[in-house]
């Protein structure tokens, strides 16, 4: 008996531990819904929110500036999870970027298969309407630009951490911090993507995926 007990505090009593840590922060597997109705993208003929799970950015006016975010993403989030069905990128870009986009996206290609990224441009309305609808506590600059990234859902809903030990309500990621994108979107892009392929698993038992 005594063994037994002492076996179950060194093996089993850490790796429930372990599960409970790593779990909680995310309210075991699920992220918050913080903002429901985001605005989709009723300006664009090829992208949509709508039955995507979307990292969406703002690059406004100043692609160049924000080059250094788009790597960072493109590194950290990206090429770790573009090869999942119903995953993309999109970026709101203002309609005088188009040469600096051309120069993004060949530097991006030579990185990893950039076919999920999607730069779509916008008036300043457009862009300044899409953001207000995510109802964060985050603003925009004078480009219409930002380093923080969203999640926005299949329903377009934006997820995220409702009580994050840094910041309380978490509505995006900063792009700037490699930290940030490491130790918390990572970890929140996974447990949505898995969210996901567990209701399909549910609804469609026969499925693959």
């Known amino acids: 008996m ?4 002492v076996l179950v505090v060194l093996f089993v009593l850490p790796i429930v531990a372990y599960l409970f840590f790593a779990s909680g922060v995310t309210n075991f597997g699920k992220l918050a ?3 429901k109705d985001v605005h989709e993208i009723d300006f664009s003929d090829q992208v949509q929110f709508k039955d995507k799970i979307t990292v969406l950015g703002f690059l406004g ?3 160049e500036g924000r080059k250094g975010n788009a ?3 493109n590194q950290k989030i990206y090429k770790r999870f573009y090869e999942f069905g119903d995953f993309q990128f999109v970026m709101l870009i203002s309609k005088d ?3 600096e986009v ?6 991006l290609a030579t990185l990893a298969d950039n076919d999920k990224w999607n730069f779509v441009y916008a008036s300043d309305e457009q862009i300044n309407s899409i953001f207000k609808s995510l109802k964060t ?3 925009l600059d004078a480009k219409y630009s930002t380093p923080y990234v969203f999640i926005v859902d299949k329903d377009l809903t934006l997820r995220g951490r409702s009580n994050d030990e840094d910041d309380g309500t978490k509505y995006g990621f900063n792009s700037n911090s ?3 994108l490491n130790n918390k979107m990572v970890d929140d892009v996974k447990i949505i993507l898995a969210e996901y392929r567990l209701a399909l698993k549910k609804n469609n038992p026969d499925s693959a995926k």
Do not use: G, P, Y
Request: avoid cysteine; hydrophobic fraction near 35%; aromatic fraction near 8%.
């Open 102 to 107: 051309e120069a993004l996206k060949t530097e």
């Open 33 to 35: 819904q913080l903002t």
């Open 2 to 5: 005594k063994k037994t007990f």
């Open 137 to 139: 506590d985050i603003e």
């Open 97 to 99: 970027q188009e040469s």
């Open 61 to 63: 006016s100043d692609v």
């Open 178 to 180: 490699v930290a940030d």
């Open 71 to 73: 790597f960072n993403l």
